[in-house]
């Protein structure tokens, strides 16, 4: 025997195949009649697919075979399925392995072989059941089972990874608003001091300017001070305003008149803001 004979008798000895389980947008897969005439499985259900030949790629061989047989265009996805077999062949026993692949349409219309005489897209379960559990199908009925199983496992990680997602934003959110709560929860309190504000500021504007030195006029100013510091820590601003400013509604009060494209004559009442947002608006006289 020569050697050009041996090797070919050693790749006689071995069968490599790939076959399909082709998905299209609407989550059906395509399955596939033989043709009456077949040698191998007449009639029987199967998947596209067949031999790997010399030189080729997994992915090559399979794209190959599924325009051979069906037309169409695929996008190789992963493997779902592996299994060996053997079979006699002209008294030679045959050692075979095989791959299964998720794949999914791409582009084309489905125009099968002369291999085939049928085709049909089926939802998974539909699909599942035309396969028997025994025979030539057997393998590929695992095959849909494999396919369908890992769809289902890759919709329920999507959808965890959606509710975690929704999870971390509603997290966020909760953080938000109890940042804005904590900012809005003092309000009560600081309204209540702010008078007390205004009545040290009233009392202090009626100290004789020789009293002002005096222990006991320090030691208010000191607590008035306090208070305002308080205030400032609090992210409460005074709101600046001075005679001849232009009224503003958003941020005066007017007492005596509408404002309406009036000036501030005076103010009569501070006016303050917390984060931004007028906690008390300053009531003015305005001309």
């Given amino acids: 025997m020569t050697e050009k004979n041996m090797q070919t008798e050693e790749k ?3 069968e490599f195949t790939v076959k399909a389980v082709v998905v299209n947008h609407e989550g059906k897969c395509l399955i596939l009649s033989r043709s009456d005439g ?5 009639n029987r259900f199967d998947l596209p697919g067949g031999r790997i030949e010399e030189g080729e790629t997994i992915d090559g061989a399979i794209k190959r075979e599924v325009t ?24 030679k026993i045959i050692f075979c392995k095989g791959l299964r692949l998720l794949a999914f349409h791409k582009k084309g219309e489905v125009k099968i072989s002369e ?5 049909e897209w089926l939802n998974f379960d539909d699909a599942i059941s035309k396969f028997s559990d025994q025979g030539f199908e057997a393998d590929k009925r695992v095959s849909l089972i494999k396919a369908k199983e890992y769809i289902e496992f890759i919709k329920s990680m999507e959808g965890w990874k959606r509710c975690q997602a929704d999870f971390e934003n509603y997290k966020k959110d909760q953080a938000k608003h109890q940042e804005e709560f904590r900012k809005y929860a003092k309000m009560d309190v600081i309204e209540q001091i702010l008078p007390v504000v205004d ?4 009392s ?3 100290v004789p300017e020789h009293s002002k030195e005096n222990k006991w006029v320090e030691g208010i100013v000191y607590i008035k001070k306090q208070l305002e510091d308080v205030l400032k820590n609090s992210d409460i601003e005074e709101i600046a305003v001075k005679a001849g400013d232009k009224f503003d ?5 007017a ?13 009569i009442q501070k006016g303050y803001k917390l984060n931004g947002r007028v906690l008390r608006a300053a009531r003015v006289e305005v001309s």
């Fill in 204 to 206: 202090l504007a009626h």
């Fill in 255 to 267: 007492v005596g008149g509408d404002g309406e494209k009036q000036k501030v004559a005076r103010v």
């Fill in 199 to 202: 009545n040290f500021a009233a």
């Fill in 12 to 14: 006689s000895l071995f």
């Fill in 249 to 253: 509604p958003e941020i005066h009060h």
């Fill in 68 to 91: 051979e047989e069906v037309g169409i265009k695929i996008e190789v996805g992963p493997a779902i399925h592996y299994l060996d077999w053997s079979k006699e062949r002209n008294g």
């Fill in 115 to 119: 291999e085939h005489s049928n085709f």
């Fill in 38 to 42: 077949d040698k191998t499985a007449p």
